[in-house]
């Protein structure tokens, strides 16, 4: 069965320092990859998606993600954060297990994101 | 920029009671998702829809659960009898097609603000 773990359910930095949320999945065929946030009262937004043409993906808002198939992981980074930045992101993860998946999104448990100012 | 709308923002409820939650998805979407949110636990799949039929269930979704397009606009979930452990935040989804191994533009999935669904 697909899984995907968030390695922390609360991360805390200052503004303009560096954002890394963790995210691990477990390996089988083909993982689609995506960071999704949200913000409070706000429906779930994409941040950015792997689609496999390369390792380092960039997103919305400065977001980046780099995966690393070796370690089955799929780190969200920022180089410095804003006061806006301030939401839940999720890690979620998809795969095509011999062509029967139809879209189910398999989602980490979250992370929340402070920035202080 | 279009976007999935969800009714209500919160909806109470007495156990055993039938609620039918509300979703409109982007008008040129074909494919159709709810999830749901225990409080505390993570976002878990429910259903998947597509061409007036449920594409992909998970195990949560028994026999108390349905879902229906009754028109051209509207994608609801119904639960007939409402239990406790059926308070938790239910999100819609919609996208222009689905993840089946090709990671394209129109698969990415959107999401609306959900609905908070307490049973008391």
């Known amino acids: 069965a697909q899984s995907v773990t968030q390695l922390d359910s609360h991360v805390s930095v200052s503004e303009g320092t560096p954002v890394l949320l963790r995210c691990n999945y477990s390996?089988?065929?083909?993982?689609?990859l995506f960071w999704y946030v949200q913000h409070p009262n706000k429906g779930l937004q994409l941040l950015l998606k792997y689609t496999s043409a390369a390792t380092l993906v960039k997103g919305i808002n400065g977001f980046e993600a780099e995966f690393k198939k070796s370690e089955t992981s799929f780190h969200l980074t920022k180089p410095s954060a804003h006061m806006s930045d301030a939401a839940e992101y999720f890690c979620v993860v998809s795969y095509n297990a011999g062509g029967t998946s139809y879209g189910k999104l398999t989602f980490g448990q979250g992370t929340i994101l402070t920035v202080h100012p | 920029e279009p976007e999935v709308t969800q009714t209500p923002s919160h909806q109470v409820t007495q156990m055993g009671q039938e609620v039918i939650l509300r979703c409109v998805p982007i008008?040129?979407?074909?494919?159709f998702y709810w999830y749901r949110q225990i409080l505390g636990q993570k976002v878990e799949f429910l259903v998947s829809?597509?061409?007036?039929?449920?594409?992909?269930k998970s195990e949560i979704f028994d026999d108390q659960f349905s879902v229906e397009r009754p028109d051209g606009s509207n994608f609801t979930l119904k639960i007939r009898s409402t239990k406790l452990e059926d308070s938790a935040m239910y999100f819609c989804?919609?996208?222009?097609?689905?993840?089946?191994?090709?990671?394209?533009?129109?698969?990415?999935?959107?999401f609306g603000a959900g609905t908070r669904l307490s049973v008391l």
């Open positions: 829809f597509y061409n007036n039929e449920i594409s992909e």
């Open positions: 989804a919609s996208s222009e097609g689905f993840s089946g191994g090709l990671l394209l533009a129109k698969n990415i999935q959107y």
């Open positions: 390996s089988s065929y083909s993982p689609s």
């Open positions: 008008s040129n979407h074909l494919y």
